[in-house]
T-cell receptor, first 111, second 111 residues
Framework: GENVEQHPSTLSVQEGDSAVIKCTYS??????FPWYKQELGKRPQLIID?????GEKKDQRIAVTLNKTAKHFSLHITETQPEDSAVYFC??????????FGAGTRLTVKP | DGGITQSPKYLFRKEGQNVTLSCEQN?????MYWYRQDPGQGLRLIYY???????QKGDIAEGYSVSREKKESFPLTVTSAQKNPTAFYLC??????????FGPGTRLLVL
């Protein structure tokens, strides 16, 4: 089955800097890669997703890139703000079934 | 994800007791999912269902049971066979092949 690894487990940046979180997956058939943000005690919220027929997707300060050959995808957050502080999870699946999540990255943005 | 609800918010289980967690959605989604989240860790799939009266085991189904008698409802029972049930339980739903949206979660504690 699919296995997703996520790095780093913790990330601390200064406000205004960029943050990058990387994930690798094992099943080359996976075709759907969402990213979720989870604040303490709350539900995960989808922030961006990408499908395997696209190499990059951007939404304001957030972007995701996908390298199918290397089987890795990354989340990029630019101009970070304190409210970006949360745990971020990547995931991979085939047609959104049987989704596998990474272990999460705790991002802290220092004012 | 305002259309997916979970109850109760907190649940206490005594030794040897079965408890049932509720998950309801009014989004007309075909697929529903149950995940377990332990502190500082990612989400692990317990069960999922793509259609009424059918469901599949995820990675950690042992000690859990589900039913899908109605499209809107996907209750999870934590049986006495689950020896370490303390965790945050998240239900999600989606249109087949599309993004999963999460409920607010149920925190299960053992007395």
């Amino acid at each position: 089955g699919e296995n997703v690894e996520q790095h780093p487990s913790t990330l601390s940046v200064q406000e205004g800097d960029s943050a990058v979180i990387k994930c690798t997956y094992s099943d080359s058939a996976s075709n759907y890669f969402p990213w979720y943000k989870q604040e303490l005690g709350k539900r995960p919220q989808l922030i961006i997703d990408i499908r395997s027929n696209v190499g990059e997707k951007k939404d304001q300060r957030i972007a995701v890139t996908l390298n199918k050959t290397a089987k890795h995808f990354s989340l990029h957050i630019t101009e970070t703000q304190p409210e970006d502080s949360a745990v971020y999870f990547c995931a991979a699946s085939l047609y959104n079934n049987d989704m596998r999540f990474g272990a999460g990255t705790r991002l802290t943005v220092k004012p | 994800d305002g259309g997916i609800t979970q109850s109760p918010k907190y649940l206490f289980r005594k030794e040897g007791q079965n408890v049932t967690l509720s998950c309801e959605q009014n989004l007309n989604h075909d697929a529903m999912y149950w995940y377990r989240q332990d502190p500082g860790q990612g989400l692990r799939l317990i069960y999922y269902s793509q259609i009424v009266n059918d469901f599949q085991k995820g990675d950690i189904a042992e000690g859990y049971s589900v039913s899908r008698e109605k499209k809107e409802s996907f209750p999870l029972t934590v049986t006495s066979a689950q020896k370490n049930p303390t965790a945050f339980y998240l239900c999600a739903s989606s249109i087949l092949g599309e993004t999963q949206y999460f409920g607010p979660g149920t925190r299960l504690l053992v007395l």
